[in-house]
């Protein structure tokens, strides 16, 4: 349990005008996991540091996450922000607003994308599925090796760059997962390494799959790659690995302990994964790691403020030395009301850690108000990883509904020459049915009650419906290419009167060759499996619908937004260096997705999380040859 002193530090709130009359030593716009990282960790280091967070902050408590989980119980649409109240002042992109005239993420076309982030605290990783995968070595240098996209500014020897930070990554996250089974795949380790925790096993249903495609291969690029599943590594608790020990760097090589709820008034201790299949959006249990959990440990140091309603509108810069000087923010009284306070806050150190899109939105907006020039690259280079579902109802009950919402996934086609041609991708297998699909079991129940089912007849239905459901999803590799981009425009504002963020992606010929042939493998797939019926189909209607070779595909959008201020070796072909600091404002540092060059078919948190290790220790180091500001009591 918490005591009574660190219970007083969770629940301290900042005076904004103390906060705004003193100079700290990093200003910090964001509390996902960048922004919560760089926090921990200059904080530790003994350097003051301001979070300014743009919703609300105070769910750092059981009342507050429980209130989310209400607020989801209760919305009848489940999208992945469902759980968070409306708020126009720190407005976010939701799934229902997709292709609507007032929605806050202005789609530009040419596709357009349900794609989704949180502007809350603990920031996306609220709503996060918890997949923690490396990169493979040759998704760092993909013009290199294939000829699309950018190369990472050390190229192959990315990955041994980042190598401790993956370590230090997946301590922080607390990941469950089976080290083998990523070699398997391509990915390296140290020699013995072992994930702080055991892997979360596969489910029935994947077990099924798994002997249904057992011996099955395709041919690809003239390679033959054998179909498989594997389980995936995991941020989610599960239980301490006995061997990690000697890996356990940050508690003097201790047993891991799965890290707690985020709660005063709970234990530290981790609640173990109940397989509640609702990682996306809430774990009820908080066994999924979420940015919290390193703000908790960050404000027990003392050394951090948190200011929430605090909206970031301007970054103001020196003209004369281009460094930047104080962030002006907009401090709402609440999401009911357009009042609000204006305040300029200072600091040695910026630190922007909102999102890929936040971060590139916040400094057009902020070159458009203040008439100074930004890197010409900020904005452009977005990312995100297209999804393209095939659904079937196999014929025996595969106890859809149990374990978290996945387990395993066809990860095999991460490599090989075949990107030369076309994008690399990963498979899930889904254990809560149709639910991205189709809306199940809403809809499922709908078509029961359209059959004026009830009672035996009903309960039947439902069974035989959901227990069968296989959802396949593929996660496909969308290169860096600068005319998919974010930037804003005066004419599309929200109710603080910021600029809105403005959305141009379009899918090009390499992903699209690969999501044609996801399509077709989904089909043998389901042959092998002797489906009942196999349900895909693509409606002109979606949102995200597009047709190619004459064929028409919904695709989705990934929530893995990134590339927006992508790092490399100077200002001409980059926005930040290898650690994340601007080229053109040294004391800026721009982190998370948005510094990535590429993202592979690799889901994006864990190497986010790997940078931010990164940043941050070569942030301490600047900051130890800035002048010194005057030091509050912790």
Not at 207 to 227: C, H, K, N
Not at 277 to 297: E, F, H, M, S, W
Not at 608 to 628: C, E, G, I, S, V
Request: charged content about 25%.
């Amino acid at each position: 349990m918490f005591t009574l002193e660190q219970k007083q530090k969770l629940e301290h709130t900042v005076n904004p005008e103390e906060a705004s009359r003193f100079a700290y030593d990093a200003v910090i716009v964001g509390s996902g996991v960048s922004g919560a990282i760089m926090a921990h960790e200059l904080a530790r280091a003994g350097y003051s540091v301001l979070i300014l967070e743009a919703g609300p902050g105070g769910d750092l408590s059981k009342d507050g996450f429980e209130q989310y989980l209400y607020n989801f119980y209760s919305n009848p649409v489940k999208d992945n922000n469902s759980p968070f109240l409306r708020n126009k002042n720190a407005e976010m992109p939701r799934g229902p607003d997709v292709g609507k005239p007032d929605a806050y993420l202005v789609q530009n076309g040419p596709f357009i994308s349900d794609t989704v982030y949180s502007r809350v605290l603990g920031g996306t990783t609220l709503h996060w599925e918890g997949k923690t995968i490396r990169m493979l070595r040759e998704d760092f240098c993909t013009r290199t090796k294939y000829g699309v996209g950018l190369d990472w500014p050390k190229g192959i020897e990315t990955l041994d760059i980042l190598m401790p930070y993956y370590r230090r990554a997946e301590h922080e996250l607390g990941v469950s997962g089976d080290v083998e089974s990523q070699k398997r795949l391509g990915v390296e380790f140290e020699s013995d390494y072992v994930y702080p925790m055991v892997e979360l096993k596969a489910s029935f249903l994947d077990q099924i799959v798994a002997e249904g495609i057992e011996g099955m291969s395709e041919e690809l690029g003239g390679t033959s790659f054998p179909v498989f599943l594997s389980t995936f590594p995991q941020a989610k608790n599960a239980d301490p690995n006995p061997d990690y020990d000697k890996w356990n760097e940050q508690d003097d090589f201790k047993v891991f302990q799965p890290r707690g709820a985020i709660s005063s008034h709970q234990t530290n201790i981790g609640e173990r994964c109940q397989g509640n299949t609702n990682c996306v959006p809430q774990c009820p249990v908080q066994a999924k790691y979420d940015a919290r959990k390193t703000l908790v440990q960050a404000k027990l140091n003392g050394h951090v403020d948190l200011l929430s309603q605090a909206v970031a509108s301007c970054v103001h810069f020196n003209r004369e030395t281009g460094e930047i000087e104080e962030i002006e923010v907009k401090i709402y009284e609440n999401r009911e009301s357009t009042r609000h306070a204006t305040k300029r806050f200072r600091g040695r150190l910026f630190i922007l850690a909102a999102n890929a899109v936040e971060n590139a939105r916040l400094m057009l907006a902020s070159s458009k108000l203040t008439g100074h020039p930004v890197n010409s690259l900020i904005g452009r280079h977005l990312m995100d990883h297209p999804y393209l579902l095939s659904w079937a109802q196999l014929r025996e009950n595969a106890g859809v509904g149990r374990g978290p919402v996945c387990t395993s996934g066809i990860c095999g086609f991460r490599r090989g020459d075949f990107r030369k041609e076309m994008a690399s991708f990963a498979g899930d297998i889904h254990n809560d049915g149709w639910g991205w699909a189709t809306g199940s079991p809403s809809t499922d129940l709908n078509d029961a009650v359209d059959q004026n089912l009830f009672g035996r007849e009903l309960r039947e239905f439902l069974i035989q419906r959901i227990s069968r459901q296989l959802l396949l999803a593929y996660m496909i590799e969308l290169p860096a290419d600068p005319n998919n981009q974010v930037t804003v425009d005066p004419r599309h504002k929200d109710q603080l009167d910021n600029m809105k963020p403005i959305f141009t992606l379009s899918l090009p010929d390499y992903s699209m060759k690969t999501a044609v042939y996801v399509r077709q493998l989904s089909r043998r797939i389901f042959d092998r499996l002797a489906v009942e019926k196999d349900f895909t189909h693509y409606d002109p209607t979606d949102y995200g619908y597009v047709t190619y070779n004459g064929d028409g595909y919904a695709i989705r959008g990934g929530n893995h937004l990134s590339g927006t201020h992508v790092m490399g070796k100077d200002s001409s072909d980059s926005v930040v260096d290898e650690n994340q600091r601007s080229w053109d404002h040294r004391n800026l540092y721009l982190v998370g997705p948005g510094s990535m060059c590429s993202i592979g078919s690799s889901n994006t948190t864990l190497t986010t999380a790997a940078l931010a290790f990164k940043a941050a220790a070569d942030a301490a180091d600047q900051l130890k040859t800035l002048p010194p500001v005057v030091r509050r009591k912790a």
